[in-house]
């Protein structure tokens, strides 16, 4: 008699990996919608033609979608400016978002503590698409940096310490997926660029840490963080250098990056629920 393996449920796949697992098809109305909020991360007010432009959706499929998330309250019309902004139900759901998350609150005490003590920006983040989002961050550097970053900021993953971080955290087929994603063959020096991030994963395995630089005198470095949820976190911390200080301060602020992972490891670790 011929038996057959019982093909385990997705939703027990799910707690097995630790990987959301669902065979079922997802609604594909609701993910053009989502696009469409997605293309005013960076710009607070958008038409048509430039909603369609940057989701690459066609003009009819946009005005449908458009006209719903104003319906819902999603999206506002201004009369004014003859162009949609996101509607202030979004405040209130990323307040709710942000409250919510116990592991932020466990992690805020340690990271300001650090800040204040060394001096330096210290945050907690994690991965959104093709970049890596501020969930909290302490500003701390006294030198006047051009960028200044909060809660909800995003970097590059492709540049950043914290996205070389969550890379290093992945199996090697999931690392290839990503980079082929952030860095396709055929776009200018793929080859060197993807060569630079395989470098910074591979300095995590080494070292424990990741080093990114946005500017030429602005260093971060990022340490990767499992949350029980089996989301990876990076916390980070940055700093202004120069070249007679750049090695000096690298050595310092490396052992004060992964001793503040550590302690954040610990703190949720010895939490009850978060």
């Not at 038996?3 to 053009?32: E, M």
């Not at 997605?38 to 458009?66: H, K, Y």
């Not at 969930?135 to 950043?160: C, D, F, H, V, Y």
Request: proline letters at 5%.
């Amino acid at each position: 008699m011929v038996t057959h393996a019982t093909i385990p449920s997705t939703r027990q796949q799910t707690n097995d990996t630790g990987r959301y697992v669902r065979s079922t098809p997802g609604n594909q109305s609701l993910t053009r919608g989502l696009e469409v909020l997605r293309a005013f991360m960076l710009t607070p007010l958008l038409t048509n033609a430039e909603i369609a432009e940057r989701t690459g959706l066609p003009r009819p499929t946009v005005s449908r979608l458009v006209h719903a998330l104003v319906d819902s309250g999603f999206l506002l019309y201004d009369i004014g400016c003859k162009a949609y902004r996101l509607g202030p139900v979004h405040l209130s759901l990323a307040k709710t978002f942000h409250s919510d998350l116990q592991l932020i609150k466990l992690a805020e005490p340690l990271l300001r503590r650090y800040s204040e003590q060394a001096g330096i920006n210290a945050g907690l983040a994690v991965p959104d698409q093709q970049d890596m989002m501020y969930l909290t961050t302490i500003r701390n550097e006294k030198s006047g940096m051009i960028r200044q970053a909060t809660w909800g900021s995003r970097m590059p993953m492709e540049t950043s310490s914290a996205g070389a971080a969550y890379l290093a955290s992945l199996p090697a087929d999931e690392q290839r997926k990503i980079v082929d994603t952030l860095i396709p063959a055929h776009c200018t020096n793929a080859q060197a660029r993807s060569a630079r991030l395989y470098e910074g994963i591979a300095h995590v395995a080494r070292h424990g840490f990741s080093i990114g630089e946005w500017q030429p005198d602005n260093i971060g470095l990022s340490v990767p963080l499992m949350g029980r949820s089996g989301t990876v976190y990076c916390s980070t911390v940055s700093f202004m250098v120069n070249e007679a200080t750049r090695g000096e301060l690298i050595a310092k602020h490396s052992t004060i990056a992964l001793s503040l992972a550590e302690d954040i490891r610990l703190a949720w670790k010895n939490a009850s629920r978060y």
